[in-house]
C-alpha cells in the first residue's frame, strides 16, 4: 500500500486515543549492536604516536591509562589514579561516552594497589576485554576494552610494570 501523504502529516502510529503513553515520553534507552560482526576482535598494533608515548611513560606508580582507539572519541585518554572509575553516558560518570551504545552505567573499573579490575554493570551491549564479553576482568598492560562503540587500550605506569617482571 502506497503511503502519499506528505512528511508533515505523516504521524507515529500510538495508542488508540493518538497519543503517546506517558511510559512512552521521554524514555532513555541503550540501542543494541545488530550483528555480531559489530563485536568482532581485531587487535591494534602498537602503532603508538610519541604523545601516546610519552603519556604513558609519565604515569605515577599506581596509575593507568585508557586510550581510545576508535568510536566518536578517539585519541582521547583518559587517567586512571582512584580506587574506582566509572564508565558510562550518564553525565556524572568519571568516562562519559555519550552514545546509545553504551550504557548509563556501563561498567566501573576498580583499583587494588597497581592491580586495575573492569566490572561490567550489567550493561545491554556487555564489556569486551581482548574480544571477550566479561562480567569481571583483571586488565593487563596493552589489554583491548570494548564498551559500545568505543574501543580502548589499556596501559600501566611503567614503574609498575617493571615491579612486576622483578617480582
Known amino acids: 500500500m502506497e503511503d502519499n501523504r506528505r512528511p508533515d502529516e505523516i504521524r507515529r502510529a500510538t495508542g ?7 511510559s512512552e515520553r521521554g524514555t532513555d534507552t541503550t540501542q543494541t549492536f545488530g550483528h555480531d560482526s559489530d563485536l568482532s576482535f581485531v ?3 602498537s602503532e603508538l604516536g ?17 586510550l581510545v582507539r576508535s568510536g566518536p572519541t578517539a585519541g582521547a585518554r583518559y587517567l586512571l589514579d582512584a580506587d574506582v572509575t566509572t564508565v558510562g553516558r ?3 560518570a568519571d568516562i562519559f561516552f ?18 586495575f579490575e573492569l566490572v561490567d554493570q550489567r550493561s545491554l551491549n556487555g564489556t569486551y576485554v581482548n574480544g571477550e ?16 562503540k568505543f574501543r580502548l587500550n589499556f596501559f600501566v605506569s611503567p614503574a609498575d610494570l617493571a615491579q612486576a617482571t622483578e617480582n
Open 98 to 115: 555519550d552514545d546509545v551504545t553504551v550504557s548509563r552505567r556501563h561498567s566501573e573499573i576498580t583499583r587494588t594497589g597497581t592491580s
Open 43 to 45: 587487535p591494534f598494533g
Open 16 to 22: 488508540a486515543g493518538g497519543d503517546l503513553q506517558e
Open 50 to 66: 610519541e604523545a601516546e608515548l610519552d603519556a604513558i611513560d609519565a604515569l605515577p606508580s599506581g596509575a593507568a591509562l585508557l
Open 90 to 92: 550518564h553525565p556524572e
Open 133 to 148: 564479553r566479561v562480567d569481571r576482568a583483571t586488565l593487563v598492560n596493552g589489554a583491548e576494552v570494548r564498551i559500545g
